[in-house]
């Protein structure tokens, strides 16, 4: 268990992708539909509890971890994706929206690399050149792969994107393949849940041990952290123990 959301982010713990705690409105229940209304209700609960335990999985361990995950179970992936779904939908700004409006702001030519891309909403919001990396296929724009190792070249592209994505314990491999297909002075866009950052400092800091100059945070949001950093140079080897995030979990209401 973590520390507890910021105020405002509807109270509730780990205030992230998530499940859908509510339970979904239910027409009007003819007194013959009630076992059916009852069955509906049960079969919510145990797909809220299925998403809960996928969810831990996924925060808990690796990215190879949550690749073997999904490999073996890809029913598994569109249970978590329908629980994501429903719960961003609640957020009053969807961070990926911050992230095409940065986008826009910029040269469409910069190539971008989306790092956990879910279904491309960003591809599909900007005219930049997007390689999307997810571990299922939720669009036929997505390349499947665990995004500690994307099929790009070193330094081919000029901004990496990690929104909402930074989920497996390996972060600083996965930010290591960021910064290894990342042009020298591009830039890594970072937008994460606010109650997953434990010590802000420490992270920043870890972050230009990883290489990353951080150029902006935005910490206005009390549902996420938008945080954009420039590429510096390849990182420095050893372990960085600020570079740590605390799982986004869920307790069932
Ligand atoms: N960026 C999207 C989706 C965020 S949900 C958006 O903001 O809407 C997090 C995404 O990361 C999910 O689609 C999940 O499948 C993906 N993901 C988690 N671990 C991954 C891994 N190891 N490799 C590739 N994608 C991963």
């Known amino acids: 268990r973590q520390q507890e959301p910021p105020a405002g982010s509807g109270g509730e713990r780990g205030s992230g992708p998530g499940p859908p705690e509510a339970p979904p409105e ?8 009630r076992s059916a209304a009852l069955r509906a209700r049960m079969e ?25 995950l ?21 957020w009053p700004e969807r961070p990926v929206q911050r992230i ?6 910029r040269p469409a030519s910069l190539v971008v690399a989306d790092f956990g891309c ?7 919001s900007v005219k930049n050149q997007v390689h999307c990396f997810d571990l299922v296929p939720l669009s036929p724009r997505v390349t499947v792969c665990d995004m500690a190792k994307v099929p ?33 002075g591009g830039t890594l866009m970072v937008a994460e849940v606010a109650s997953r950052f434990e010590d802000t400092r420490a992270f920043l800091k870890a972050m230009t041990q990883l290489g990353f100059k951080t150029v902006s945070k935005d910490f206005s949001s009390s549902y996420f952290y938008l945080l954009e950093f420039t590429k510096t140079g390849p990182g420095r080897p050893g372990p960085a123990p600020g ?4 799982p986004c979990l869920y307790k069932r209401r």
Do not use: W
């Not at 239910?26 to 539909?33: C, D, F, L, Q, T």
């Not at 629980?83 to 961003?88: C, D, L, P, S, Y």
């Not at 330094?155 to 297909?181: H, K």
């Open 118 to 124: 879910g279904d491309c909403t960003l591809a599909a």
């Open 70 to 90: 999904f490999r073996t179970d890809p029913a598994a992936f569109h249970l978590y994706h329908r629980g994501f779904e429903r719960q961003v939908r609640r």
């Open 243 to 246: 570079l740590r995030l605390l």
């Open 44 to 68: 919510e609960r145990l797909l809220g509890a299925r998403f809960r335990y996928l969810n831990q999985q996924l925060y808990t361990g690796s990215s190879q971890d949550a690749a073997r």
């Open 152 to 184: 790009l070249a070193a330094e081919s592209v000029d901004v990496a994107v990690f929104c909402l994505a930074l989920m497996g314990t390996n972060l600083q491999e996965i930010l290591g393949e960021a910064n290894r297909v990342l042009k020298l």
């Open 26 to 33: 239910a027409p009007p229940e003819p007194r013959s539909g």
């Open 100 to 105: 095409v409006r940065y986008l826009r702001r």
